[in-house]
């Protein structure tokens, strides 16, 4: 299949050998050409694959890529055909190739292309500060003493609210809203994402239900990327905060005062309560649901579709919903298994 992205040129094997420091295979031709990364069975003569699993060595026997990495378990086993690198971390290696022949695929571009910095159809608020070089794609709406850093884009129909400051070379993909916020530099957040707006706020009573004013900000630090149709709540008594290099993935929702900590990692459909504080470096798979006021220390790695209802230590790995450590959830797991096959569980009882 065509790529979407046309490629920023072609590397020689030298050029990628020095690029990722894996080795060539002796006699291999170092000139040889590569414009294209791919998988083993739909590579082809001027891409470029890689090989560390041996579930795949089939595929790797037989494929026609014109360059493959592969670790030194494999290296013997590498096919003549491609020209064998030989790594320690293929796939780091692959990721290297495909950053330097891709690097437009990093985050969103102009969907417009125009040869001028900001459309015609923009609407830029007279009191809205922009630097230069920023980017302001059709029917992008600025708000009055908004701030924009230069080299950043704001994408179709994108909608920068009042008093927002935003940093140097980000991306706002199409349709974004960005309300109450504050952005740091390098921020990319793609198309949908829905920043600052009102938290889920309201006081019960016997009349119905009372909206509590969310009158605190958003703030996401430097290198953040943010998936298509997440949104993040402004706080109500507290900022929301994401910390630095935190990497979020589509359809994730972060509730208001949450405070998530620098190179977090969060998969799609997560859900994040109110006033919750997650640690530095915490990673959370799909589904994961935390509830309101829990605390995720540092490192902490949640398996998907863990429901969090209490504070997870530093460095632990839990599981389940609701959730514990992975041992204490394997250790039901295998319990259950053995009543359901008639076997009384370990250490006897009933």
């Not at 707006?197 to 119905?208: C, E, N, S």
């Not at 829990?294 to 599981?319: C, E, F, H, N, T």
Request: include cysteine; charge should be neutral.
């Amino acid at each position: 299949m065509p790529n979407i992205l046309s490629p920023n040129g072609k590397l020689t094997i030298e050029e990628i050998a020095e690029l990722t420091r894996a080795k060539p295979r002796p006699g291999d031709p170092l000139g040889r050409r590569i414009e294209n990364v791919a998988p083993l069975d739909s590579a082809g003569a001027t891409d470029i694959s890689f090989f560390d699993n041996a579930k795949y060595l089939a595929e790797f026997a037989s494929t026609r890529a014109g360059a493959c990495f592969v670790s030194p378990r494999f290296a013997a086993s590498a096919p003549s055909g491609p020209v064998a690198l030989v790594t320690a971390e293929p796939y780091r290696a692959f990721v290297a190739v495909a950053l330097a022949l891709f690097p437009a695929a990093l985050r969103p571009s102009s969907l417009f292309g125009a040869s001028e910095a900001r459309a015609s159809s923009a609407q830029i608020h007279s009191s809205a500060r922009l630097e230069a070089s920023v980017t302001i794609d059709p029917l992008a709406v600025i708000g009055p003493r908004a701030e924009i850093g230069g080299g950043t884009l704001i994408a179709a129909g994108a909608v920068i609210g009042p008093d927002v400051c935003i940093g140097r070379d980000c991306a706002i993909g199409a349709g974004v809203t960005v309300l109450h916020a504050l952005i740091g530099d390098r921020v990319i957040i793609h198309p949908g994402v829905r920043i600052g707006q009102d938290g889920f706020g309201y006081l019960p009573g016997p009349r119905g239900h009372q909206k509590i004013p969310q009158t605190r900000r958003v703030i996401i630090q430097d290198d953040v990327e943010i998936g298509a149709n997440t949104t993040v709540d402004r706080g109500s008594t507290r900022d929301t905060i994401i910390g630095e290099g935190s990497k979020i993935d589509n359809l994730v929702q972060i509730a208001h005062n949450v405070s998530i900590g620098r190179h977090c990692l969060i998969a799609g459909q997560t859900g994040i309560s109110g006033s919750a504080q997650v640690g530095d470096f915490v990673v959370m798979a799909g589904k994961v649901g935390i509830a309101d006021h829990v605390k995720i220390g540092d490192g902490a790695i949640l398996g998907a579709q863990s429901g969090v209802m209490a504070d997870v230590p530093a460095g632990a790995r839990w599981l389940g919903s609701p959730a514990q450590p992975v041992r204490d959830f394997m250790k039901g797991v295998a319990a259950l298994r053995r009543l359901a096959r008639g076997q009384k569980p370990e250490g006897g009882g009933v």
